[in-house]
């Protein structure tokens, strides 16, 4: 019942109780071109809002990689769609990747393209668009389009289309459904997202260089006499070799460090993996001599 309570006090509503959709679209552009530019590590994108309304958007008009976080409420919800070229773009830039990849290798590329989209959202949390939603840190997750209409279709929403106009060419576009709710919490007499100050650090990027990845089948323990005592043609028993759970690890300076899961196969006559899930989330991890900043010394007087 309180859900449609809410559909009909929300039909119900003057138009005129409402700000204008589009003005309040423009307001969050600041926020938005800030986070792309978090994202995708430029001084400046240029973006251009192509459509706003106090409706949800029909499911065609949504493109297929949708995100959503909500705050400490239910109805302080968010989501952010993107179309496909502009994920694959921002995974293939991060990759230093070729953007002329067929389709066969964007279908590989997707678990990855789909995490990095994650990235996207830690950089929304931090604009004024989230800034009053009721949690300090939003975790987003990758939805589907039904299970977002679903969500959503139960609150009053703003809904609104960017286009993003950097591209080399494509669909590049990006849909944003915010509760009013939600808005409403991040309002203020200055501004209602303007972009949160950021210190000073450098682009999330690296530039070109090679890492060793290996693909571990299996681990047996030996003692160091029987190590000495192995010889040319001997087997070694793998007992628990699967060949459909492959360990990919990242040779780095403090050791291996867990990229992924895959399973063994072939491509063009060579051996091969194929990834079975996205990036372990330990990987994006920064070391801990890193999180942890050293404490400032007093200075004598």
Request: with cysteine; proline share 7%; hydrophobic share 45%.
């Amino acid at each position: 019942m309180s859900v449609i309570a809410r559909k009909i006090a929300f039909a119900s509503k003057p138009d005129s109780d409402r700000p204008n959709a589009t003005d309040m679209a423009m307001s969050l552009l600041p926020s938005i071109n800030s986070a792309l530019c978090d994202w995708l590590s430029l001084e400046d994108a240029q973006i251009e809002l192509t459509h706003a309304d106090w409706a949800m958007p029909k499911a065609d008009v949504i493109p297929g990689i949708i995100m959503t976080t909500r705050g400490s409420r239910r109805s302080r919800r968010i989501a952010v769609a993107l179309t496909d070229p502009l994920v694959e773009m921002a995974a293939q830039d991060v990759l230093q990747l070729d953007s002329g990849l067929d389709a066969a290798a964007l279908a590989v590329l997707r678990p990855f393209a789909e995490e990095n989209m994650l990235s996207l959202g830690d950089s929304i949390n931090d604009t004024r668009i989230m800034a009053h939603s009721g949690l300090a840190e939003h975790v987003w997750a990758v939805e589907q389009r039904d299970t977002v209409l679903a969500d959503f279709t139960a609150y009053e929403v703003l809904s609104m289309e960017v286009a993003y106009l950097d591209g080399d060419g494509g669909d590049m576009r990006i849909v944003l459904i915010v509760t009013t709710e939600l808005l409403a919490s991040g309002q203020s007499e200055d501004t209602v997202a303007s972009p949160l100050p950021k210190a000073p650090s450098l682009p999330p990027r690296l530039g070109p260089c090679h890492v060793e990845i290996q693909a571990v089948a299996d681990r047996v323990r030996m003692s160091v006499a029987d190590c000495s005592r192995l010889k040319i043609g001997q087997v070694i028993g793998l007992p628990g070799l699967r060949f459909d759970h492959l360990e990919l690890n990242v040779k780095m300076g403090d050791g291996p460090v867990p990229l992924t899961d895959a399973s063994l196969g072939a491509d063009k006559g060579l051996k091969a993996v194929r990834l079975n899930r996205g990036l372990d989330p330990s990987f994006r991890v920064a070391p801990e001599n890193l999180r942890t900043a050293p404490k400032a010394e007093p200075v004598p007087a």
